[in-house]
């Protein structure tokens, strides 16, 4: 009975808990030399009555290891349920980025669906319009049927709106989304590595709506790159008639641009910044207060009480029948518009950007101190160019309108300001173009006096109108008065309707890429592009994607044949004579007096020609010192016959 009582106390002992013991009769059958030992050396089987004082210290020691063990195994185990919620929490997060993936695949393919759609529709109701006059005639087409091509295509174009608004909101919900699903994984997992699964940090696993919002904060860095602002916002600047046919300046301009750019690639290499409103001080340093309010939104009186306003054939209200007015979103487009240009020059000016284009809409160029024209609300560029001055921003602004419409707001605004050079290209026809401004005369007034230059080219029903006309006067006025003007940044306003598709003239996308190119070697690269005008959406959407193209940096090193060996017209080589004779008391023309009437071609082999004429009087005068007016007297003619 006793040795069970101690068999009892062996078996019960505190420091054999939890480990799984032998059999007695196991144990005895080990000899005194292969049984278990304790780290002492003293047997397994020893009765506890029997060990030492030195047997009791280890059987402390035995005891605390063991709960030492127990410890860690239960934090091993938590350290397994925490792996397993880290690595579903990550499925997840994967599986939801997926899920904004393909989101975004089929709100891509709607954008595109949609653009199609409104770029088609355009070309078609634009084409039967302009045939309209001749095409309704007992010979070609009838009445009913015209007028049910017109109703289809209205029809279209109505449908392509609604899947633009549906778009707009699309790509707001696809921002948020992006966003919320951009999270910085690396964070959120703590210090785990997947390759050593007992490597953990001991803080505890953030749940899931942690993980939801920790987003990444801080932007890439803007310096050095190109700017880029586009806001939906602006398509909805329409007509209260909701048909966009009618009115040249449609939401279609902007939407077929931007899909160019997208399905290129182009936009994914600028930096895309958030648009604004210009708030009423900005508005104010062009136009008066009356203008801002009537324009901005803060009218108190219906449109239909403004004498300003009238009922248009289409139906809707406004100015005229492209200055078109609707209450509910032309003010806050507009606003946007300037803002938008505005926040563009500040940014490239203070050389956050290196450079940007502004897809904005409506147009400004033409906007006057207290007058709204063709489409212009709010002169953009001059506000911008103003702000920059008047906030000591840069000291010199040069503004380049290439527009095919004289920029007569441009021109009022600076024509009595020396800080401001204006240069505008249009097409004039002795006056009878509208709007019937920009004689070569103008130049200026007061303080300003030489700093607004107009390049009026006429005859354009008796000439063709193209990239070597354009290459004469940027070759002969523009780029050497800007390099004398030497700017602190350049501002363009980028009117496209001198491609093909419009009024005649035929300049080409990479003419005008290629000037752009040429000006931004001026002022350390600051340039900035603003949109204007441009109609026909293929050759808009190209001239967009060549001029950004240039900004990022691509070199134009291909013009069209036709543009380099065909020498400008005789209209044009007057004008740009008459623009040189008037402003060649401001500005050196020398060097390029006799360039005028020659291609490209031509000017570049003269221009080397008389380069080698020079090296070689120079290398004679080297040769014969003392006797150079003798070498050169009998040398000379020789040499000169190149020119």
Known sequence: MAERSKQDIWRNHDIWKGLRMPEPNVLSSFSPSTRPLFPNGSML?????RLDLSSKNILEYAQSQLIQMQQLSQEQEEIKEQQKLLMQQQ??????QDALRQREVFIRKIFYDASANMAVADH?????????????????????????????????????????LAVNQAEQLLLLQRSAGNLKLNSAFGHYNPGNRNSISSQSAPNVQ???????????????????IYDSIMLKHICTCSNPVVHKESPGRLSSIWARLTETGVANRCARLKSR???????????????????????????DDDKDFVKLKCGG???????????????????IAAGSVLELATKVAMGELKNAFA???PPGHMAEHNEAKVGCYFNNVAIAAKYLTTQKLSNRVLIVDWDLEHGNGLQQAFYNDPNVLVINIHRYDNGTYFPRTGHASCDGAGEGKGFNINIPFSGSGQAEYGDPEYLAAFRCVIKPVAEQFCPDIVLIAAGYN???GHDSYNVTAECFAFMTQELGRLAEGRIMIALEGGYNLVSLSQACEMCIRSLLGEQITHLPAKSLKCAPNSFAVKAIEECITIHRKYYQFVPYLNHISLSVYDAVKRDQEEVDTITALASLSMQHPNNFNQAAASNGPALLQKR
């Open 45 to 49: 089987n020893t009765p506890p009555e």
């Open 91 to 96: 499925e997840r997060i994967l599986k939801e």
């Open 124 to 164: 078609m109701v634009s084409a039967m319009i302009n045939q309209s006059s001749h095409v309704i005639s007992p010979m070609s087409m009838s009445v009913p049927d015209f007028y049910s091509s017109t109703k289809h295509a209205e029809m279209l174009l109505k449908k392509a709106h609604e899947q633009q």
């Open 210 to 228: 942690s993980l939801a919002s920790e987003m990444v904060t801080d932007p890439p860095p803007l310096s050095g790159r190109t700017g880029i």
């Open 277 to 303: 409103k210009a708030t009423n001080e900005e508005l104010e340093l062009i136009h008066s207060p009356e203008h801002v309010c009537k324009y901005g939104g803060g009218r108190n009186k219906a449109v």
């Open 317 to 335: 209200i406004g100015k005229d029948d492209q200055t078109v007015w609707n209450d509910l979103t032309s003010a806050q487009a507009a606003r």
């Open 359 to 361: 897809l904005v809409r």
């Open 498 to 500: 001198a491609m093909s």
